[in-house]
């Protein structure tokens, strides 16, 4: 494991980078025949139309690219803010979010669904315990980073227990009310007060912020001691794959629950869910400016619609709705 981070660019630009251009040279395919149908209705252009020179269509990715200003990556991303804050990547985001969707039902997906049939429930239990336990140095060390000591101890201790018992294929020190908490360095800077900057979609790691992108490529992956116990590079990929096997064959039961935009779906419960992490791990109230407010009542009217419907300028009406109030139930 000399050069992960490395490897994982080079990587993802590999796979990546075909599938990105091909896109664009499909889009830029499509605005091409739009503009020649537009060119053969036309019988008589205008002056202007024939001096204008002709311009090379730009990539739509590039153009969101260029256009992204530095105010826009000091973002503190949450799923209630609009679109254009807390995603401003989203045309890039939603080709790499289709590549890893297209990698995961194609080459993903049937491993695990091979693994967790094939695998004994409990082998696959086992793994799970020793590659949680293998995390547990690193979750002491960020909570001690975090200024909690009581937790980091505890976290240790849990480490060392069940690796002297079982070598964590077991969690012995759950039965002795020894529990840690998953920590990474992406947590650490959220309560060190570092805004988490814009929604981005990682190539085969999927959802992530660039805080959180940051704190796994260039901490995380050096500062877990797997990097150290598996110095073959074939073996840390070999367990890297695994890892990542065994994750999903743990959400197979999910795919069918997003329905509709899943990008947009996935994109908000993944800020939800790193808002509530970060404000729990510094006191704070988790639910304030987090949720996306719900402007729709179960018949499908809006409130706005409804407190206007409700609202009148009759004397009468209101006479008669503070005489007759609704029941209660």
């Not at 073996?235 to 069918?256: K, N």
């Amino acid at each position: 494991m000399s050069t992960p981070l490395l490897k994982y660019v080079l990587c993802s630009a590999v796979l990546y980078a075909p599938m990105v251009f091909a896109q664009d040279a499909t889009d830029t395919a499509v605005e091409a025949t739009s503009s020649a149908d537009e060119s053969a209705t036309s019988t008589t252009p205008s002056d202007a139309q024939v001096d204008q020179p002709h311009k090379k269509p730009r990539s739509h990715t590039i153009e969101t690219l260029k256009n992204i200003h530095k105010d826009q990556l000091k973002v503190d991303a949450k799923a209630a803010q609009p679109e254009a804050v807390k995603d401003p990547l989203q045309p890039l985001n939603r080709k790499i979010y289709h590549f890893n969707d297209t990698l995961d039902k194609h080459v993903v997906r049937p491993v695990a669904v091979q693994y967790k049939e094939k695998i004994p429930e409990d082998v696959r239990g086992g793994f799970s315990n020793f590659r949680n336990n293998m995390r547990d140095p690193w979750n002491s060390t960020n909570q001690m980073l975090q200024g909690k000591p009581k937790k980091s101890f505890k976290t240790l201790g849990k480490f060392v227990l069940n690796t002297v018992t079982s070598l964590g294929m077991a969690d012995i020190a759950k039965r002795k009310n020894l529990t840690s908490e998953n920590e990474t360095f992406g947590n650490t800077l959220g309560v060190w007060g570092v805004p988490s900057g814009p929604y981005i979609v990682l190539p085969m790691f999927g959802p992530s912020t660039f805080r959180d992108g940051f704190g796994m490529l260039a901490v995380d992956t050096f500062a877990r001691p797997q990097g150290y116990l598996y110095k073959d590079d074939k073996i840390f990929w070999s367990m890297v794959a695994l890892e990542g096997i065994d994750s999903r064959a743990q959400f197979l039961e999910l795919d069918s629950v997003v329905q509709g935009d899943q990008y947009a779906a996935l994109r908000d419960v993944y800020l939800q869910r790193r808002n509530y992490d970060i404000a729990v791990r510094r006191g704070e109230d988790p639910t304030t400016d987090m949720f996306m407010e719900d402007s729709f009542d179960d018949d499908g009217t809006t409130i706005d619609d409804q407190d206007n419907e409700t609202s009148t300028d009759d004397p009468q009406l209101q006479d008669d709705a503070n005489q007759n109030p609704l029941p209660t139930q």
